[in-house]
């Protein structure tokens, strides 16, 4: 038997709530929510070269130390 293995933090409870939350929204409300999480205007999503990845998370974590 396979041992289920959760995040830190999560455990069978949390993921049967988060599952049961997606099941029973609706199209419009999952749409909506899609949206909301594209709202903050000083952010943006975008596509970077996996080979990039490290270095554009390194870039991220030296702006939140104030570098």
């Known amino acids: 038997m ?5 995040p830190e933090g999560w455990d ?16 419009d409300e999952a749409v909506a929510e899609d949206e909301a999480s ?3 205007p000083d952010h943006t999503a975008m596509e970077v070269p996996v080979d990039l990845v ?3 998370r390194e870039l991220i ?5 104030g570098g």
């Open 12 to 27: 069978l409870d949390r993921v049967r709530r988060v599952l049961e939350h997606y099941d029973k929204q609706s199209d």
């Open 2 to 6: 396979t041992e289920n293995r959760h």
């Open 54 to 56: 490290p270095e554009v």
């Open 38 to 40: 594209f709202e903050p």
């Open 61 to 65: 974590a030296r702006r939140g130390k």
